[in-house]
């Protein structure tokens, strides 16, 4: 058992990575960035790194080397809400863990709204793509270079490049 009241609060996810475990936890208020944070095998805190607001869903990559989150970044008023985001971060173990993060955004489909919710995408009249989408889970190609990520309450599915972290669709 890990105490998470250390590190922000609430966990909104868990998932096995090489030599341990990563945590999804949630930032308290939640619009406020959270955090990944990674324990060895044990329980025992190795390290702990920043993302977007709302980090839902933590996955990895099959060859162990990327951990990504959904940051869900979910609507809290009309001033309160924070842009989506999946924040990709390197994981190297070189007899300790070394962690960079990448946060992959939704702001080129900024400007394309119309023709978003002409395709069935859910967007909220006068909210910016990158601000309305949400993302959920995450589903990670067998070759690991692409993911599927769900946007849930958008009713659509965004493909990430895991080489460049950017959507491509």
């Known amino acids: 058992t890990v105490s998470m009241a250390t590190y922000g609060g609430v966990a909104n996810s868990v998932t096995v990575v090489p030599g341990g475990f990563a945590v999804a936890a949630e930032a308290s208020p939640k619009t406020s960035p959270g955090k990944v944070v990674f324990f060895n ?82 967007i909220q009249a006068g909210v910016a793509a990158s601000v309305a989408f949400e993302p959920e889970y995450i589903a990670v190609a067998p070759n690991g270079e692409t993911a599927l990520i769900t946007l849930q309450e958008n009713n659509a599915i965004a493909e990430l490049n895991l080489q460049t972290a950017q959507f491509t669709r």
């Open 41 to 122: 095998a044990t329980g025992t805190f190795i390290s702990e790194v920043i993302v977007g607001a709302q980090p839902d869903h933590v996955c990895v990559t099959p060859n162990g080397q990327k951990v990504l989150v959904a940051n869900e970044g979910e609507r809290q008023s009309d001033s309160n809400n924070p842009a989506g985001s999946v924040s990709l971060i390197d994981v190297q173990r070189n007899g300790a863990l070394t962690t960079t993060v990448t946060d992959a955004t939704f702001s080129a489909f900024d400007g394309q709204e119309a023709a978003l919710r002409a395709s069935g995408v859910r």
